[in-house]
């Protein structure tokens, strides 16, 4: 039980557009999942709290119009990332909240690579 | 949230048992205490959790003292694909958000 999917698992794409990444939970209900962004030799770091239902919650430095997330389903949150630019290639990865649990269950993430 | 120390890398044997210390100096009274494995290029999977004293289940064992200001994940038996980096976090459920540190590097060897 607990599992989150992602999808897609790594995508190349052009400096200039945009890329939208899935995360899904799948035996479970989510109303919150969290996006985090991983650099090499790197710790993860939230970029921003998903909530079902309504507008997504942004760290500090992290550009809300760049990065738009809609969580839309108990079990489904995006995340775009828009007129994507080589710097912000990394490592993106989801995670759901268990309710009653206390505990986060993170995706498999997705390697972004921008040309 | 609580911020959390760890060892920045640790390395072991085959078939030892392998111990990471975290402290927590300033966690709250709601506050559990999750441990978290990842492998390159993969995601955090989640390991064991705790609130007090003592926890096992099937892949390691955590070890809280009363004071809960720090906490030890013990992985009994290591093999090379226990070679990962462990997060030790601190949160509660009404604060979600989780706060990773460096974590600690397990480096196994044959």
């Known amino acids: 039980g607990a599992v989150v999917s992602q999808h897609p698992s790594r995508v190349i794409c052009k400096s200039g557009t945009s890329v939208k990444i899935e995360c899904r939970s799948l035996?479970?209900?989510?109303?919150?999942m969290f996006w985090y962004r991983q650099f090499p030799k790197q710790s993860l770091m939230l970029m921003a709290t998903?909530?079902?239902?309504?507008?997504?919650?942004?760290e500090q430095g992290v550009e809300k119009d760049k990065f738009l997330i809609n969580h839309a389903s108990l079990t489904l949150s995006t995340l775009t990332v828009t007129s994507a630019h080589p710097e912000d290639s990394s490592f993106y990865i989801c995670?759901?909240?268990?309710?009653?649990?206390?505990?986060?269950?993170f995706g498999p993430g997705t390697r972004l690579t921008v040309l | 949230l609580a911020k959390t120390t760890q060892p920045i890398s640790m390395d072991s044997y085959e078939g030892q048992e392998v111990n990471i210390t975290c402290s927590h100096n300033?966690?709250?009274?709601?506050?559990?205490i999750t441990w978290y494995q990842q492998f390159p290029s993969q995601g955090p999977r989640f390991i064991i959790q705790?609130?007090?004293t003592k926890v096992t289940n099937e892949v390691a064992s955590l070890f809280i003292p009363a004071d809960r200001k720090s906490s030890t994940l013990s992985l009994p038996r290591v093999s090379l694909s226990d070679t990962a980096v462990y997060y030790c976090?601190?949160?509660?459920?009404?604060?979600?958000?989780?706060?990773f540190g460096a974590g600690t590097t397990v480096t196994v060897r044959a």
């Open positions: 995670s759901a909240d268990l309710l009653g649990s206390d505990t986060q269950y």
């Open positions: 976090l601190v949160g509660d459920d009404n604060d979600y958000k989780l706060s």
């Open positions: 035996d479970f209900q989510a109303t919150t």
């Open positions: 300033n966690i709250a009274t709601n506050d559990y």
């Open positions: 705790g609130y007090k």
């Open positions: 998903s909530n079902e239902g309504s507008k997504a919650t942004y």
